[in-house]
């Protein structure tokens, strides 16, 4: 290990510069190569730093939006939230009927009942019925 005459830190006996104060450890001078104040060595501010301000970006609408109950101004008529609400399938009315009548006139056909649904939306927050 050599011990920098400048500060008095430690260094491997491999390097020429000191680590700690940037002093030659040959010589016992600062070299030239190595910047002092290390402000001065930072690069110039990126161009696009310079320009001028970038476009507004248009926020992205989804096409769905305007499906949903009262369009981009919805609100739950219950807890009074903005968030879309939830759309989910049932199996409808008219599914109920049709499944019992084949289970009674034709069992193997039953299921097709069960393939008849309705949509229904609810609120995606406190889970009421929305209209």
Not at 41 to 56: E, G, L, Q, S, Y
Not at 57 to 66: A, G, N
Not at 92 to 118: Q, R
Request: proline share 14%; net charge neutral.
């Amino acid at each position: 290990m050599t011990t920098c005459q400048n500060c008095g830190q430690p260094n491997p006996d491999v390097t020429r510069i000191c680590r700690y104060c940037g002093m030659s450890l040959l010589s016992g001078r600062q070299p030239s190569a190595v910047p002092t104040d290390y402000a001065d060595a930072m690069p110039p501010p990126p161009i696009w730093d310079t320009m001028m301000p970038p476009a507004p970006v248009e926020p992205y609408v989804s096409p769905h939006l305007s499906q949903q109950p009262g369009g981009y101004d919805y609100r739950c008529p219950h807890c009074h939230t903005t968030q879309p609400p939830v759309i989910g399938k049932r199996i409808s009315t008219t599914g109920w009927i049709v499944f019992f009548s084949l289970l009674i006139f034709c069992f193997p056909l039953c299921f097709i009942g069960l393939f008849i649904k309705d949509e229904y939306r609810m609120c995606s927050w406190c889970r009421g019925a929305v209209s």
